[in-house]
């Protein structure tokens, strides 16, 4: 038996529970319950908060997991990935108040940015030089600037309207991100193979589609 992390109810959840679909595997739908068993195939799925599933199967209380890379690459557990998966594609993007003037990157030099993607920002904003203040902070991060808590926002962006419809204007991209398949990396030869099954499995989805 293999056990895969999913996010319960998210952005992720429709679109993962419909790629186990099409590789044949069965199942009752709970997402009232925190765990399911495939019928047809020694899987068991377990229903999480996104941002637990990378820890959770590097610890091995899952074996392997979905998650966006852009939660993955912050927690600093991208050794994990297995495989692109194509779905919940989004960048985190920098914006400023529409009003604001922005230049390049360095108009951000000693400002303040909310966001909570810590890591990935440092590390954009290092790359280039720049030193700010960042400030974490766990939602809501797009009416920060309207309220003074900071002059911009790292956020995670897929059409740009809620940044637009916050008084926002894009003005860089920090890290682009898809879902992605992961695996504990210890796994046995028991649930290596049933990871080399699915795999399988989903590049015979993926093929069909292109
Ligand atoms: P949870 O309750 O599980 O913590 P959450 O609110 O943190 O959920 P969601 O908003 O459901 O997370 O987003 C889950 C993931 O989907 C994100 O980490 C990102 O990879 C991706 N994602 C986020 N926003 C979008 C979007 N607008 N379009 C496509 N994918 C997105
Ligand atoms: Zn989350």
């Given at each position: 038996m293999i056990r895969l992390a999913i996010q319960k109810?998210?952005?992720?959840s429709d679109d993962s529970l419909k790629l186990i679909r099409e590789c044949g595997i069965s199942f009752i739908s709970t997402?009232?319950?925190?765990k399911t068993e495939a019928t047809n195939f020694p899987l068991e799925i377990l229903y999480l908060r996104d941002d637990d599933i990378p820890g959770y199967v590097a610890d091995g209380v899952a074996d392997i997991g979905i998650v966006g890379q852009n939660v993955l690459v912050e927690e600093g557990l991208?050794?994990?990935?297995?495989?692109?998966?194509?779905?919940s594609k989004c960048r985190l993007s920098l914006a400023v108040s529409k009003g604001d003037a922005y230049?390049?990157?360095?108009?951000?030099?000693?400002k303040s940015i909310a966001t909570s993607y810590p890591n990935l920002l440092r590390e954009f904003l290092t790359s280039k030089g720049v030193e700010a203040d960042i400030h974490t902070i766990s939602?809501?991060?797009?009416?920060a600037p309207s309220i003074g808590l900071a002059d911009a926002v790292c956020d995670i962006v897929s059409s740009g309207s809620t940044l637009i419809s916050n008084g926002l204007r894009e003005v860089e991209t920090v890290f682009k991100s898809e879902a992605v398949l992961i695996a504990n990396q210890n796994l046995n030869p028991e649930k290596s193979r049933l990871l080399q099954q699915l795999l399988f499995r989903m590049e015979a989805v993926q093929k069909a589609q292109k």
């Open positions: 109810s998210g952005r992720l997402t009232s319950k925190l991208q050794q994990l990935t297995v495989k692109a998966l194509g779905f230049e390049d990157v360095t108009t951000l030099q000693g939602g809501s991060v797009e009416i």
